[in-house]
């Protein structure tokens, strides 16, 4: 028993001088490559950035002779000339168009006349017509009188019905406004124009659908255009 333990000593005095020679402690050992990777790594982290340099294009030699496989209905591509080509940077997306103004609803809108409408204080009239005054006297081909004014007014009536409708947006608000109104997908100031209540007015325009409105009005013998009063042939 004593000489096994003898022998164990000797050899654990063996290793420990083994160990100590060859540097085993860490201290003379060189480092380790995952210890000079984790180094690096704290580096580059901790370092500043060098500054960004600008972009160079890069350029290629144009390959000659290369075979033009532009199928049957299509661009071919343009023929390339020197001796270099460079690869320019993406051409930016033309900039979006502004989304259009949210139209401004007026609810129980009333009629006042043919060409103006008040919902609650605000008074609206009808932009780019003239429509026909309250008042206004018609005559007939046949001499007799009637009172397309009032013809007019109550025909808007009929398609409004103190309902809802929605105009452009008329910049800064005040008690009365001059816009453009629809309601139900109609055009007030085409409908009147349409019907013989209205005609173009200042601010109209060949391509806004008025002029087209009133040569039906007329062709039609619709509203003030009428050859006889209501009610009457």
């Known amino acids: 028993?004593?000489?096994?333990?003898?022998?164990?000593?000797?050899?654990?005095?063996?290793?420990?001088?083994?160990?100590?020679?060859?540097?085993?402690?860490?201290?003379?050992?060189?480092?380790?490559?995952?210890?000079?990777?984790?180094?690096?790594?704290?580096?580059?982290?901790?370092?500043?950035?060098?500054?960004?340099?600008?972009?160079?294009?890069?350029?290629?030699?144009?390959?000659?002779?290369?075979?033009?496989?532009?199928?049957?209905?299509?661009?071919?591509?343009?023929?390339?000339?020197?001796?270099t080509i460079a690869r320019l940077p993406a051409a930016e997306p033309p900039p979006q168009p502004p989304k259009p103004e949210k139209p401004d609803i007026w609810p129980r809108a009333e009629v006042i006349s043919a060409g103006i409408l008040k919902s609650g204080d605000q008074q609206i009239a009808i932009a780019e017509i003239k429509a026909l005054d309250t008042g206004t006297i018609c005559k007939g081909k046949d001499g007799k009188e009637w009172p397309c004014g009032n013809f007019a007014r109550a025909a808007l009536q009929r398609l409004v019905r103190l309902r809802s409708v929605e105009c452009d947006p008329a910049g800064e608000a005040t008690q009365s406004i001059t816009t453009r109104c629809r309601i139900s997908g109609h055009d007030i100031g085409e409908w009147l124009v349409e019907r013989g209540w209205a005609v173009p007015g200042p601010g109209a325009t060949a391509d806004d659908g008025l002029a087209k409105a009133l040569e039906k009005a007329k062709s039609g013998k619709m509203g003030q255009w009428r050859e006889t009063a209501p009610g009457e042939g």
Do not use: C, H
Request: aromatic share 6%; charged share 20%.
């Open 1 to 83: 028993m004593r000489g096994f333990i003898s022998a164990f000593l000797v050899l654990a005095i063996a290793a420990a001088g083994l160990y100590w020679l060859a540097g085993l402690d860490g201290s003379r050992l060189p480092p380790s490559p995952l210890d000079q990777g984790k180094e690096q790594n704290f580096e580059a982290a901790v370092l500043p950035a060098s500054p960004v340099q600008p972009m160079e294009l890069p350029s290629e030699p144009v390959r000659p002779n290369i075979r033009d496989v532009t199928g049957e209905g299509m661009i071919p591509a343009p023929k390339v000339e020197g001796e």
